[in-house]
């Protein structure tokens, strides 16, 4: 019963966000909540934000239907205290609410950081105010690691950051709502199958990746509409609610891996993007144009194949944390040889592709295409100003823009009329 309920929760939060998207971006128009061109973003016209609006709308209908008014944790015997409680469902969506209408208050009209951070963290204190709270969490080789005094705070700075994360990632049209579609129907499917997971956290789960579909209709690139801080902070703020209430609160050993491997390239994006920041002795919230997603753009890549290349980055990771947990390769204390050779070819699949794309495409083909881009421009430099010029910009991820003339039988191609890739 509870797989279809979640079924049906994703195509209706799907149906309700796509018929909704559009009237958030005539209302975003009405009121000048417009993401204009800037120089280290990616879109080339004005276009409306607001489209949380609908993500919301699309989530908050589906839980009204399906899911009940408190849900009740199970705990598993033999499980650790802490492993059940109870979560109150308006208080899931109430601090959406919150985080939702703060960060379209930022659309509208752009809010200093400190007053972002506080909304969140009010937000994620109504959630946890709610049942939202993890009080102990298995590790693997390690066992139960409890907190049953710190878990409110602990699970308030995980929502924090998981707004954070997603929001940081939503820089290129199509790519945040994509990974959240992802991540969602990973998350639903693992947490039906966790001993003493919710089956409503997997519906939860399993709405939030059909709002997450519902808008990226009008997203992907080009888009017509942006989702904005109103729904990148929400889409953040449900798939924590998620990890906390369906896997991080249940005693199986890969409670903690599963959202580290579904959520790991937003989270990769973030450190990337953050320790390059603290290196150069700048804010970790100053805005600049080093995520992946730019990196892609400088090495010649148009939008659609930077969202194509990190949707499959994602689903890899995901297929991985699916296989942890549904591919018999340990059973009753024992290795399954044939099952095991699976999971390793598996993981082998999903470090070969993380290892291409962050070192291949990011680094070892920007430094190729830079050498190649500077000759053309200045025939005399040196080899050996090439080389310092080239290992500078690797390091920073910071070079002037060296142009080149096209060639006259070269006719660029939409996305280089639009100025992306």
Known sequence: MWHRDAVFAFLVAMVVAALLTPLAARFARGIGAIDFPRARGLSQTPTPRLGGLAILAGVAIAAAIWLPATIHLQRVPHAPKGSGGTVHTWAILAGAAVITLVGAIDDWRALPPVVKLVGQIAAAVIAV????????????????????????????IWLVGLMNVVNFSDGVDGLAAGLCTIDGVAFAIIVFDLPGGSA??????????????????????????FMGDSGANLLGYLLGVVCVIGSLKTPAVVALVVPLLIL????????????????????????????FHHRMARIGFSQRKTVAYMYGWTLTLACVALALRLVPYHRHGRYHPAWLVVMIAIGLIALSASIYLVYVLEILKFRGLRSRQMRTADPATSEHEIDERVRHDVETGEFDRVEEEPDDDEQPDDDEQRGVG
């Not at 994006?269 to 600049?288: C, E, H, I, N, Q």
């Open 200 to 225: 409503a956290a997997a519906v939860l789960a399993a709405m939030t990746a059909g709002a997450s579909l519902g808008f990226l209709f009008f997203n992907f690139p080009p888009a017509k509409v």
């Open 129 to 156: 105010e709610g049942g939202v709270s993890v009080t102990d969490v298995t590790l693997p080789f390690f066992g139960s690691l409890q907190f049953p005094n710190e878990g409110g705070e602990l699970s308030a």
């Open 264 to 291: 790991a390239v937003p989270f990769l994006d973030t450190g990337f993007v953050v320790a390059k920041r603290l290196k150069y002795r700048r804010k970790p919230w100053s805005a600049d144009a080093n995520h």
